[in-house]
């Protein structure tokens, strides 16, 4: 009733916010950090229909060097059909559709709903995430002196346990159920994972003509360096978890 007043009456919204005020500011007497809007998908009711768990970001750009791989940039928002080894299939969500195979260590999931961490502005306290379909609230832990901790003043608890299993069981008010908590935080780093010494990374490399092609992928003349001739095997993607 509220959200439909709200949303069709809107000439009486002053109205209405002096007769119910909005719940976020409600909130923030809780010490409500703030919200961020994960947007997954262009099509949001398609979103419902995608299991959390294949929900992907990009942490960095991959260029495809294969018709059976998928190029991605940082940031992008995947679906993942499968994993294969150190490889996973994945299908982009926004822009042009398309699928491939992008490096495992280039993807992070964004299947997370409840977490506790120490918010990066305020070393040394917590905050209570909570995912809630694409929206993400943030509560500030608050620690007393005696060492107690709570999110409403007058509500302390002796440990992090207690606070949980009080707002799992009332969660309504922090107006998000908590279901299940997230996987360990997948933090994004700054660089790239580690390569072997004998690795050399994709751009050296270019390609110039397919030599000859065996079971496992296709042979092809290329330079390194624009300099040194080399010949450049590309395994195929359904077998690379094995190499
Ligand atoms: N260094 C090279 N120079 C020129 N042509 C090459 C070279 N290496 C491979 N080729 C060509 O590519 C084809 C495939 O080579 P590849 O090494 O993939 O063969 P394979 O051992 O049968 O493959 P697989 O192990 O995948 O079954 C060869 O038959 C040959 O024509």
């Excluded at 009733?1 to 949303?7: G, I, N, T, Y």
Aim: hydrophobic fraction near 35%.
């Amino acid at each position: 009733m509220e959200q439909f007043v709200r949303k069709r009456l809107t000439f009486l919204t002053s109205f209405w916010n002096k007769l119910r005020p909005r719940s976020v500011p409600e909130s923030c007497s809780l010490g409500y950090l703030g919200s961020d809007s994960v947007s997954l998908h262009s099509e949001p009711n398609s979103i419902s229909f995608i299991p959390k768990s294949s929900l992907f970001i990009a942490l960095y750009a991959f260029t495809a060097r294969s018709e059976e791989e998928l190029s991605v940039s940082a940031g992008d928002k995947l679906r993942v059909l499968r994993e294969e080894g150190e490889y996973v299939l994945a299908r982009r969500l926004l822009g042009e559709p398309a699928m491939g195979y992008v490096p495992a260590a280039y993807v992070a999931n964004l299947s997370q709903g409840t977490s506790t961490h120490r918010p990066e502005s305020s070393k040394g306290e917590y905050s209570l995430s909570v995912r809630n379909h694409t929206k993400v609230s943030h509560f500030r832990i608050c620690k007393s002196p005696g060492g107690s901790l709570y999110i409403q003043k007058g509500h302390p608890f002796p440990d992090m346990e207690e606070l949980l299993a009080f707002y799992t069981k009332h969660w309504k008010v922090i107006q998000s159920p908590l279901l299940q908590p997230c996987s360990p935080a997948v933090r994004t780093p700054t660089t790239p994972p580690e390569r072997d010494g004998w690795e050399r990374p994709r751009w050296e490399f270019t390609l110039r003509r397919k030599l000859g092609e065996g079971y496992f992928g296709e042979v092809w003349e290329g330079l390194w360096r624009n300099t040194v001739p080399v010949a450049i095997k590309i395994i195929k993607g359904r077998y690379r978890s094995r190499c």
